[in-house]
């Protein structure tokens, strides 16, 4: 049985599909490469604090179910690291973020909060649900106690505030669904990486 296609043909067909192969395989490279840089994160150490910064934000003015509302809210870095404080209102004296009970007894407005800690020190990353319906807590969690100061202030003159050492830093943040906590959370462990890598290159 003789060939229908002649050498010539042949050889077109092979030369084309040849030649189809190299250009499918380039652009599945081009592809992936360009998969890849999306899901690589290149925020500076600088943009990262602002993103999150920007998502704590949106907790603001927010009522919480104890009474309480959180009125201002900031996220900075410092010379040993980073520092989150915020201010608080309570329309009741149980309101967790705004009221101070001393040991003499009672309760005592303390609506001022700051915590200061070297992020290169966190142990754990977990969320915390209480306080608002859309409301979350982002627990940063630490491998000992001595490493994160909490200042309590604004207090009336009966009651000074207090400084002490630390566990644990609770972020409000809004979550409307389990991406928000998947996000913020990604955002702080690559925060945590870029100190990490600054304070050890090698480590």
């Known amino acids: 049985m003789k060939s229908v296609y002649s050498f010539q043909q042949i050889h077109t067909f092979v030369k084309t599909s040849s030649l189809m192969k190299q250009v499918f395989f380039a652009a599945l490279f081009v592809l992936v490469g360009f998969c890849s840089m999306g899901q690589d994160i290149t925020l500076t ?12 934000q949106k907790t603001v003015g927010l009522e919480y179910n104890d009474g309480s509302t959180v ?39 303390c609506p001022d909060r700051s915590y200061e800690f070297d992020p290169i020190y966190v142990k754990d990353i977990t969320l915390k649900s209480y306080g608002h319906k859309n409301i979350r807590y982002l627990n940063l969690s630490f491998i000992k106690k001595e490493l994160v100061k909490e200042k309590i202030s604004g207090c009336p003159e009966v009651y000074y505030g207090r400084n002490q050492m630390v566990n644990d830093v609770l972020f409000f943040f809004l979550m409307a669904e ?13 925060l945590i990486a870029l100190y ?8």
């Open 71 to 109: 009125e201002s809210i900031a996220f900075t870095e410092t010379a040993k690291g980073l520092r989150f404080s915020y201010t608080a209102s309570g329309s009741s004296k149980y309101a967790y973020n705004a009221y101070e009970k001393p040991s003499w007894g009672g309760y005592v407005k």
């Open 178 to 190: 389990e991406k928000d906590f998947d996000k913020l959370k990604k955002a702080f462990q690559h």
């Open 196 to 203: 990490k890598a600054e304070d050890d290159p090698f480590g």
């Open 45 to 56: 150490k600088g943009e990262t604090i602002n993103y999150i910064n920007k998502q704590l």
